[in-house]
């Protein structure tokens, strides 16, 4: 049987970074066993829709590269359609199923009801024991629910769960998992709306999309029994999926788990793109708006709750989907871990092709220091990424994109004894001469030191101020060739004219 996961977010705002682990272990799950991975939007709870959260979802997989290869905003599958409240009219049949083989009742009472059930039984919950003090068709003679259901009245429909029964199942990063049903409630099937609940869409789309692991975060461990025994009640026990509930992201401090709050004190992104609140229209930041390339992101993000049992830490996608076991992933939360995800992306941006830099700083850079070659924006590239820690530090080095026009006083004066003994003419013509690469570029330099009975010191820190205006940065014949004759002699002249 081939394997098919699906991720099954709720559009009720951005994706939280632990949503998008989830989705990488579903991707590198199905991509190991070939198999299909598919997004299913579970949009039921029509309360907490959020515009615009869905195509952030789709969007944010898009950046990730861990696409779904089926589902919402990927194509159309044998199972269209993936968005649930455009299958609400398949939900009710399974619930009446439910009904009619007792194993399902209406409950008609409302909120007052509701009200007075929870004042009369302390830490209520509708249960075997409280459900006989309800308006449900246990407890209403047959004709009174006839009626009320004829004259229209809203009910819900709720499971009946056995009365002392224990619920086993086999989680596959948790183990054996016991539950005694006194500890579960009727839970609402299909609402008054006739809308099903996520608990009903859930597993009924499971079963239809032949889903045959579930992979999912560990706040979903307590409906798992639910789900269990929604597939024994509706006769699905062969087909039930595989369960995997995922360790939880804590902040860093391991204390509770990671939330929005936690990055805006902390200074760093839990989403994976910038979201605009559409109601308060607050920005949250967002990985890739900060300057993180995205398989730093998912190398990350693989490392919070599963490791490879190695030492390797830097993982290709096609080396993670390889490594990849359900086995290895731990059982205790994962802490993030901000200064790692830093290492990561500076990891990343070293051995990120100089031209593939290029494009992605070229906005930046052009947007603050003006239009830029390509070709030498790539060749800045190859002097400036062991630096670099995100994208946006690339606003660092303005001085490579911009001759600074105005050199800054105090280190003009670390450098203006060289007044004294250089000749600027001769420095002209002899940089006009120089070779074209930078070993030899060197060397030449040193030879014009001594030809000129320079000191090196002082002639060299004059270059470096010269060329970017401080006393650091990259090695100087890697600037004089990056710059050109023309522009490095330019430089030299202009900083000269101020010493
Ligand atoms: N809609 C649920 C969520 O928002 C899906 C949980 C599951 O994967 O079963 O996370």
Not at 68 to 81: I, S
Not at 137 to 164: F, H
Not at 392 to 408: H, L, P
Request: glycine letters at 6%.
């Amino acid at each position: 049987m081939s394997v098919r996961v699906r991720f099954a977010p709720s559009p009720t705002g951005p994706l939280h970074i632990g949503g998008v682990r989830t989705a990488l272990y579903n991707y590198l799950f199905a991509k190991k066993h070939q198999g299909d991975f598919i997004l299913r939007i579970e949009d039921t709870d029509q309360n907490r829709f959020v515009p615009g959260a869905e195509q952030y979802i789709i969007e944010s997989l898009k950046w990730m590269g861990i696409e779904p290869n089926e589902g919402v905003g990927f194509g159309e599958g044998t199972h269209a359609p993936y968005r649930q409240s455009d299958r609400k009219g398949m939900y009710r049949q399974y619930a009446e199923q439910l009904l009619h083989r007792g194993l399902a009742y209406y409950a008609f009472d409302t909120e007052s009801d509701l009200e007075y059930l929870k004042n009369t039984f302390p830490n209520f919950k509708y249960d075997a024991v409280t459900r006989m003090h309800g308006k449900n068709s246990i407890t209403l003679s047959e004709q009174e629910v006839a009626q009320r259901l004829a004259k229209n009245e809203p009910y819900v429909i709720r499971i009946k769960i056995p009365e002392d029964e224990t619920i086993r199942f086999t989680d596959e990063i948790r183990g054996n998992v016991m539950v005694q049903t006194t500890q579960m409630d009727d839970k609402v099937l299909l609402k008054s709306d006739g809308m099903p609940t996520y608990h009903l869409a859930n597993v009924c789309d499971d079963y239809i999309m032949k889903i045959t692991h579930v992979i999912r975060g560990e706040e979903w461990l307590p409906s798992a029994p639910l789900h269990v025994l929604l597939y024994r009640f509706l006769g699905w026990e062969d087909a039930m999926p595989k369960f995997a509930h995922l360790p939880l992201l804590l902040k860093p401090d391991g204390n509770g788990k990671l939330s929005k709050r936690d990055g805006d004190r902390l200074g760093f992104p839990v989403f994976p793109l910038e979201w605009k609140d559409p109601v308060s229209q607050e920005i949250s930041s967002g990985y890739k708006q900060r300057g993180y390339l995205p398989e730093a992101v998912l190398n990350m993000l693989a490392f919070l709750g599963w490791n490879p049992g190695t030492e390797q830490e830097i993982f290709t996608k096609e080396e993670l989907i390889q490594a990849f076991s359900l086995d290895n992933i731990h059982k205790a939360g994962a802490k993030f871990d901000f200064e790692k995800a830093k290492w990561f992306n500076a990891e990343y941006i070293k051995h990120t092709s100089n031209e593939r830099l290029a494009t992605l700083v070229k906005n930046i850079v052009e947007e603050k220091f003006g239009v830029q070659e390509d070709a030498n924006l790539t060749q800045a590239m190859a002097l400036i990424k062991e630096r670099m820690v995100f994208i946006n530090d690339v606003e660092n080095f303005g001085y490579i994109f911009k001759a600074t026009e105005k050199y800054d006083s105090a280190n003009l004066e670390k450098v203006n004894k060289i007044k004294d003994t250089l000749n600027l003419d001769s420095l002209e013509q002899s940089l006009l001469h120089a070779p074209e690469n930078a070993s030899d570029l060197e060397a030449y330099l040193k030879t014009y030191v001594t030809e000129q009975t320079l000191k090196m010191g002082d002639f060299m820190k004059f270059l470096r101020v010269s060329l970017v205006g401080e006393l650091s940065g990259p090695a100087i014949p890697d600037l004089m060739l990056l710059f050109g004759k023309t522009e490095s002699i330019q430089r030299i002249k202009n900083c000269y004219s101020q010493l």
